[in-house]
């Protein structure tokens, strides 16, 4: 139910649903850490103009040719140096004040846990560990970026060259992120579903909702009778589903929607 009513009158809306709800819960799409740098992969700048998604992010993709992701990831989360932005701090907020219960993201780049959220379900994996596929042995993602940044060294490599592993020298290290062709993480995709069925209040903030089988979970939450928002710079594939969309950066406008929240409870 889209009406013409200015971004003011939505942010009071959205903040008046969060008082009224019990059990809210967010689900983040690579909108969200554009302010932070890092690129989305389909909005109108997205790295899909850029890359093909089939050589740099499916598995096959990997295993024919590793050094294909690796200079693609320097891209994505790398030269970015990212850091959290007011969107991922103002959902640790909503966090600590006992509303929101859980965030579900598609993103690996970990802004949200850095920003304190304590309760984060990571459909696609994250960048945290690093696997050698050929001998098993376990890297955490900080020593990998270090030799990416350096361009050299022992596990290193040089500008187009991903890192290879210190234990057998294989170039096949995989970072413990969903690429194409994988399936998603059971366990988490588990918690997700359950906390999606049992929210009273969803809010979707920076996606185009047309990656599946993530893209399901509004309308999970929809058929279970959740109230829903959308916070986005452009329509998604699914804006039907909301009853407040409004267009935008996250990080200008979930701050307003912590103020008033807060505001309103306080009853100012
Ligand atoms: P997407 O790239 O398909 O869509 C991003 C959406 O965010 C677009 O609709 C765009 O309009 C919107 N957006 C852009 N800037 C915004 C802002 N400042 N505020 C609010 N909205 C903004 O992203 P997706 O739907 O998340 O799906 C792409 C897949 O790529 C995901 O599965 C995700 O795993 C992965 N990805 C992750 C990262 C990351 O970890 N940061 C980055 C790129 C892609
Ligand atoms: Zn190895």
Redesign the pocket.
């Known amino acids: 139910m889209l009406n013409k009513e200015g971004n003011t009158g939505k942010i009071e809306r959205i903040a008046r649903m969060l008082v009224k709800s019990r059990n809210t819960v967010v689900f983040t ?7 932070s740098g ?7 700048d ?2 899909w103009k850029k890359y093909n998604p089939e050589k740099v992010a499916s598995i096959s993709g990997f295993k024919k040719n590793p050094d294909d992701f690796w200079e693609f990831a320097r891209e ?2 790398i030269k970015s140096e990212a850091e959290p932005n007011p ?1 991922h701090y103002a959902l640790a907020e909503l966090e600590k004040e006992g509303v929101l219960k859980a965030v579900i993201t ?4 970990m ?1 949200h846990q850095r920003a304190g959220s304590r309760k984060v379900y990571e459909l ?1 994996g994250s960048l945290e560990y690093v696997d050698c596929l050929e001998c098993g042995e376990k890297y955490r993602w900080e020593e990998i970026e270090e030799c990416l940044r350096l361009g050299e060294g022992q596990t290193g490599s040089n500008q187009s060259e991903g890192p290879v592993c210190d234990n057998c020298s294989s170039k096949m290290l995989k970072p413990r992120i969903v690429f194409f062709g994988e399936l998603l993480p059971s366990d988490v995709v588990a918690k997700a579903d359950q906390a999606t069925r049992e929210c009273d209040l969803f809010i979707v ?7 599946y089988p ?2 399901d979970l509004p309308w999970l939450a929809k058929s279970h009778g959740a109230r829903m928002v959308l ?4 329509p ?1 594939e699914q804006d039907h589903l909301f009853d407040v969309a409004v267009y ?4 200008e406008i979930l701050p307003e929607v912590v103020s008033g929240y807060r505001r309103m409870k306080k009853g100012i």
């Not at 903030?205 to 990656?211: A, K, Y």
Request: glycine share 18%; aromatic share 2%.
């Open positions: 799409g690579s909108g969200i850490s554009a302010e890092v690129p989305t992969f389909r909005g109108r997205g790295l994505l989360v969107a598609q993103n690996i780049d802004l696609h903030v920076g996606s185009s909702l047309g990656v993530a893209a916070i986005n710079t452009e998604s935008g950066k996250a990080g």
